[in-house]
C-alpha cells in the first residue's frame, strides 16, 4: 500500500502571513490559495510578521540605492578621469606650440 505524502508548507491554515510584492507589505491569511501560490513559486519569501517584512522591504531599498549611488561614483569618477585626460592633452599641446 502506497502513502500519499502530505505537502509541507511554511504556514498552517488561517496563519497570518506577509510578503513584499510591487515594493509594498502585504498582509495575507495561509489558505487554499496560498498552497497553490506556494506550490507555483515555492522560493517565495514570506514573513512571519508585518516589522520583519517591513524591514526587508526597506533593507532591499537601502541596498538597491547603495547600488544606484555606486555606479554614479564610478560613471562621476570615469568622468574626472577623462576630464584629466583632456587636460593633459591640452596642456601638451600648448607647451609645444611655438609662438
Same mark, same amino acid.
Given at each position: 500500500?502506497?502513502?500519499?505524502?502530505?505537502?509541507?508548507?511554511?504556514?498552517?491554515?488561517?496563519?497570518?502571513?506577509?510578503?513584499?510584492?510591487?515594493?509594498?507589505?502585504?498582509?495575507?491569511?495561509?489558505?487554499?490559495?496560498?498552497?497553490?501560490?506556494?506550490?507555483?513559486?515555492?522560493?517565495?519569501?514570506?514573513?512571519?510578521?508585518?516589522?520583519?517584512?517591513?524591514?526587508?522591504?526597506?533593507?532591499?531599498? %537601502?541596498?538597491?540605492?547603495?547600488? +544606484?549611488? &555606486?555606479?554614479? /561614483? =564610478?560613471? *562621476? !569618477?570615469?568622468? %574626472?578621469?577623462?576630464?584629466?585626460? +583632456?587636460? &593633459?592633452?591640452? /596642456? =601638451?599641446? *600648448? !607647451?609645444?606650440?611655438?609662438?
Amino acid at each position: 500500500m502506497e502513502t500519499m505524502k502530505r505537502k509541507q508548507y511554511p504556514f498552517n491554515e488561517g496563519d497570518d502571513y506577509w510578503t513584499i510584492e510591487n515594493n509594498k507589505v502585504i498582509w495575507s491569511s495561509w489558505d487554499d490559495v496560498s498552497e497553490e501560490l506556494h506550490d507555483a513559486n515555492p522560493n517565495r519569501v514570506y514573513f512571519k510578521t508585518e516589522e520583519d517584512a517591513t524591514l526587508a522591504l526597506r533593507l532591499d531599498n %537601502v541596498a538597491q540605492i547603495n547600488s +544606484i549611488l &555606486q555606479s554614479a /561614483l =564610478e560613471e *562621476i !569618477a570615469q568622468g %574626472v578621469d577623462n576630464a584629466k585626460g +583632456i587636460a &593633459q592633452m591640452t /596642456l =601638451e599641446g *600648448i !607647451a609645444t606650440k611655438k609662438y
